[in-house]
C-alpha cells in the first residue's frame, strides 16, 4: 500500500511532462531535423524529465502537506506526516540526479545553466523550510507565481532539446508555444482550490483575481498556443504538418460559446467543453509529433 501511494506522489500531477512524456516526445522529434542522436538522445530526455518531474512533485506535496490536510486531500502523506522527511529527502536526490544528468548530457552550457536557473525556480517555489522560513513561497503570491511558470516552462523545453540537438530557431519557438500553454494552465489550474488557498493565506491568481477573469484570459492563452504553432507551421519553423492544428480551434470555440451562454460563470456546464478543449491539446501535440515524423521520413 505504501509502495502504491508512493508511486501516486511521484505522478501526482499528472503532467505532459510526466508521467506521459508527450512533450518530451515532441521536443526529441523536432530536435531530429537538426540532429541524428537517435534512441539514445530520446532516453536522456525521458529519463531527465521523468526524474525532475518526480522530484518537484515530491517536494511539493511534503511542503503543502498541511494545505492538503486542511483541503481534505487524501495521499500517502496526508494519512502518513511521519513520512515527511524521507520523502523530502527522496525529492532532494531526484533534483541533484536531474541537475548531474543535465550537466553530462547537454551538448554545450546553455543546458546545464538553464536548469540550474529551472531547478532554483521550482524549488523555492514550494520551499517552507529553507528559504521559505524568512520569505513567502513562490506559489504564494501570484506575481512570483506567475514568474516560476513564465520562466521555467520555456526554459526547460530549451534544457530538455539540448539534451539532443543545440538550441536554434525550432527551439525557441517551442519554447514560446510552450510558455502560452504554461500560462493557460496556471491560469485555470487553482480555480478549484480557492476556498483551501484562502484559509492558508495564499494568494494564488485563483485568490486574487475573479475566477471568470481568469477564464478569459486562459481562453486568450490557449489561442496564442494554437496561433503560433500554426504561425511557425506556415513560416517553415515548424514542419508544414503542424498546419492542421488549425482544426482544433473549433475546440476553443466550442467553449467559448458555451461560457457565453452561461454568461461566463463557471458552472457544471462548462466542465465538457473543458475537458473536450484539454483532449484537443493533446491531440495537437500527437499531430505536431506525426508531422515532424513524416518531415523526418520525406
Known sequence: MKLYGFIELVITPRTLFFPL?????LVFLLSQSVSHSGILGFLRILILSSFFSAGVNLWNHSNDLEEDITAGRRNLLTLN??????TMLIAFVFYAVSILLAIIWSLDFFGPVLFIIVAILTWIYSDKFFLGRFVKR?????????ITYSVSFPLFI???WNLSAEINLTALALAIVFLFFGLWNVSLKDIKDITSDEISGIETLAVKFNPEFLFKISLVLICLYYFSIIFFSVVGIF???????????????????????QNWRL?????KPLKFLSFSNIVSIILLSVSAI???IF
Open 21 to 25: 512524456p508527450l512533450i518530451p516526445l
Open 81 to 86: 506526516p511521519n513520512l515527511r522527511s524521507k
Open 138 to 146: 513562490f506559489k504564494e503570491n501570484y506575481k512570483t507565481e506567475l
Open 158 to 160: 530549451l534544457v530538455l
Open 239 to 261: 514542419p508544414r504538418g503542424g498546419i492542421v492544428c488549425f482544426i482544433l480551434f473549433f475546440s476553443v470555440f466550442y467553449v467559448v460559446v458555451t461560457a457565453y451562454n
Open 267 to 271: 458552472n457544471q456546464q462548462i466542465i
Open 294 to 296: 513524416f518531415n523526418f
